[in-house]
């Protein structure tokens, strides 16, 4: 079973930066996508950033020019660099793998807390 385990959330004040990262059990070369989904009370989840091998990285357009998703392939890890933050950008955030077989398989971490707030 794959394990998607992030890190990296907390308390930072508007304008601020956090960094997260998801860590993955196995290969990240093994998942056809892999990114950062978003979850605030009230509201849908909802993608903030996704990377795959063959394309660029793709980005809500709220987060466009504040965020970058990057990757350590010999690390398993993805990381989501938030910068100047704001309070709607505190939300539950996701890490997210996809993988084809003979369907696609989602996985998801179990979340961090993200809270922009003076």
């Known amino acids: 079973q794959v394990q998607l385990v992030e890190s990296g959330g907390g308390l930072v004040q508007p304008g601020g930066s956090l960094r997260l990262s998801c860590s993955a059990s196995e290969s990240i070369f093994n998942f056809i996508s892999m990114g950062w989904y978003r979850q605030s009370p009230g509201k849908e989840r909802e993608l903030v950033a996704e990377t795959t091998t063959s394309v660029s990285p793709n980005y809500a357009d709220s987060v466009k020019g504040r965020f970058t998703i990057s990757r350590d392939n010999a690390k398993s890890t993805v990381y989501l660099q938030m910068n100047s933050l704001k309070p709607e950008d505190t939300a539950v955030y996701y890490c997210?793998?996809?993988?084809?077989?003979?369907?696609?398989?989602?996985?998801w971490g179990q979340g961090t807390q993200v809270t922009v707030s003076s």
């Open positions: 997210h793998a996809a993988r084809i077989t003979y369907k696609t398989l989602h996985y």
